[in-house]
Structures are given as structure tokens and as C-alpha cells.
């Protein structure tokens, strides 16, 4: 497996201007949820670099969910192979990962990911762990 550093960062105006493209409309929605911890914003190194916003969904059946906000920065596919290792270690049943990127799911599609919704900004897909 490669090394993917992963470290929670504030959500300040420097990380706000770097995730814009990737937030769009969301931006002071998403803003908010880091500054009332309900996601968090982390960042990348080793084998990655860059940003992405996560948080945690529980279900009323008691699975969790490991939700990817939004994200931007290179070598997104070892970015999820960190994110699933972190899921299988946590009890974490999937991960969903929301993308207004084209090509996207020619990247996820290959991991395992399933297309579960498609708006008309954004794709949303999910795997399994």
C-alpha cells in the first residue's frame, strides 16, 4: 500500500481559495460544517498531495459512512486507498465520495466504486468496504 499522510488543518482562507473549484455554491455551507466540526478538512502528503473534506454519516441501522466532500490535489487513487484501509480499520461499512469532475468515475469505477447518483453538477459514487 503507498503512504498517504493525512492531517486535519483548519479551514482557513488559504484552504477555502485552494478547494473553490471543487466546492463551488457549497463553499460557505462546507465552510461552516469544518468551523462546527461536523467534517473535517485534511491534508495530503506523501504520496498524495493536496486537500479533501470528510465526515462521518451514521445510519439509524448503525452502519457508518465515510463521506468525501469534496477534494482537489493529485493522486486521488492513493488518497482512497488510504481512506479504505482507515474504513476496514474503523468498522466503517463505505465510502461515498461526491465529484463534479468529469472523468471521475473512469478514475473509481476500476476500485469498485458504484455510480449511486447523478445531479446535474455533481456525480456521487460509493464502494464498499
Partial sequence: MVSVGMTPVPFDQPSADFLAPALGDDLEEVRGECQRDEATLV?????????????????????????????RGRNMAAVIETLTAICRKNAISSIRVHSSR????????????????????????????
Fill in 43 to 71: 491534508k495530503l502528503s506523501g504520496a498524495a498531495s493536496g486537500m479533501i473534506i470528510t465526515r462521518i454519516e451514521q445510519y439509524p441501522d448503525g452502519l457508518k459512512e465515510l463521506v468525501v466532500v469534496a477534494g
Fill in 102 to 129: 468529469k472523468g471521475y468515475q473512469r478514475l473509481v469505477e476500476p476500485m469498485g466504486f458504484e455510480l449511486i447518483e447523478c445531479r446535474s453538477y455533481e456525480s456521487v459514487y460509493r464502494l464498499k468496504v
